[in-house]
């Protein structure tokens, strides 16, 4: 029996836990092991929800145990490090596990760029738990001035959800170093966007950095000081860290180096994945790290797996990416093979993309709802089709 050891509950973990149970009948030649500190799994795309009172914790967090069931083991502990040549991990509970394979999705954590003051008085947003904390305290805020530290998704999301609180005298700033905000994403989607933000009479400076974060305030790089009643960071993620021998190679914002199979250089039997892998792309940039990514990676590994213990070749993985959705509390904007979505027809696609996800995890990889991570025309063509038959049960089903 091959021993697989998963160390991350995230979407990548998961979906690659779930992806090597495709061959069910099969699945007793393979040990599956999940170590995380948390027994439960999050989606992090819809944290800002709750943050907004528009969804609850228990919306967005699903036991690993009622997700995986008997089919994996699962160890609620903080994995320390991975000895590569030993072929095992080590725990914060002074354990070790052997392994044949070892895939790391631990994921990511803010990232401070050295900025004083900012990890000591701005609340962090990388976690439910971040997400019911804030709620917290935008409940006993009397003054509403908040800054969010950084015009990425998660920034953007979070701004939108808050304009949608019952929150009086709401002031929402929204801070950007680089000359525009969501750097990366398509312009013409970041232009609407950018024009529901004004609707919504949120702030946007950009093209001004933070130099320092104070307990009531913060100072740009300009010189300006803006007051707050509370700054929330959004401003950038690097790779959780993690102890490796040896040591391996990283990039600066310490995301592990792979090439196409996802492999870590010098062993073919050890995989990072997500946010804490630097993927190769063909522009010579890296991975994003966006759910979409990671699931489709995931998937990838995992089907590697399967095919090198039957003797077969692995196979690069190749993304392309379809389109985006940002939420943006209960309004939602996206851009699907170039077209502009808003209103209902958006909420659909991104109702569908989360039912979606859950039920390819359930399945184990198998059915119609695995096939929208699949690249080939056929299998974009059959999850079209789904998306169109699922979302018109739903419209008939509540008229």
């Not at 805020?141 to 908040?146: E, R, S, T, V």
């Not at 680089?178 to 702030?203: A, C, H």
């Not at 190769?280 to 994003?288: A, E, F, M, V, Y």
Request: aromatic share 8%; with cysteine.
């Amino acid at each position: 029996m091959k021993k697989i050891c998963i160390l991350g509950s995230g979407y990548s973990g998961l979906f690659c836990a779930a992806n090597l149970l495709v061959d069910y009948e099969n699945r007793e030649k393979y040990e599956i092991s999940i170590f995380d500190q948390k027994p439960y799994h999050q989606l992090l795309q819809q944290i800002h929800l709750v943050s907004a009172n528009i969804k609850k914790p228990r919306e967005i967090s699903f036991s690993i145990y009622d997700l995986m069931k008997d089919d994996v083991k699962f160890y609620n502990e903080l994995v320390l490090g991975v000895n590569f040549d030993k072929q095992n991990i080590f725990t914060a509970n002074n354990k070790e596990y052997s392994f044949d394979y070892v895939i790391i999705a631990l994921g990511s954590s803010n990232a401070f760029f050295g900025i004083k003051g900012a990890k000591e008085y701005s609340q962090s947003f990388r976690s439910l738990d971040d997400a019911i904390q804030l709620q917290k305290k935008l409940q006993n805020l009397k003054d509403c001035n908040i800054i969010i530290c950084g015009g990425g998704a998660t920034g953007i999301s979070l701004a939108g959800a808050l304009s949608e609180t019952s929150k009086e005298n709401l002031n929402i700033i929204i801070v950007e170093a680089q000359s525009d905000i969501l750097p990366g994403w398509n312009p013409k989607l970041v232009d609407e966007i950018k024009k529901f933000l004004r609707r919504k009479k949120i702030n946007l400076i950009t093209n001004n950095p933070i130099k320092e974060v104070y307990p009531s305030s913060v100072l740009l790089g300009d010189g300006t000081t803006l007051k707050n009643s509370l700054s929330i960071w959004t401003a950038g993620v690097k790779g959780r860290d993690i102890q490796t021998i040896p040591l391996i190679k990283k990039t600066r914002s310490n995301r592990i180096i792979v090439n196409k199979l996802s492999l870590i250089e010098g062993y073919n039997n050890a995989f990072a994945v997500g946010d804490i892998s630097a993927f190769p792309l063909p522009n010579g940039q890296t991975s994003p790290q966006l759910a979409q990514f990671a699931v489709r990676q995931a998937m990838n590994i995992a089907k590697n797996i399967l095919r090198k213990e039957k003797g077969e070749k692995m196979v690069e993985f190749h993304y392309e990416q379809h389109g985006s959705i940002l939420s943006l509390g209960k309004s939602c904007i996206g851009m699907i093979n170039g077209i502009i979505i808003s209103g209902s027809l958006c909420q659909y696609v991104e109702d569908f993309l989360i039912d979606n996800y859950i039920k390819t995890i359930k399945n184990r990889g198998r059915g119609i709802s695995s096939l929208a991570y699949e690249q080939d025309k056929l299998s974009q063509i059959s999850s079209s089709l789904n998306f169109m038959i699922t979302t018109a049960a739903k419209i008939l089903s509540s008229n």
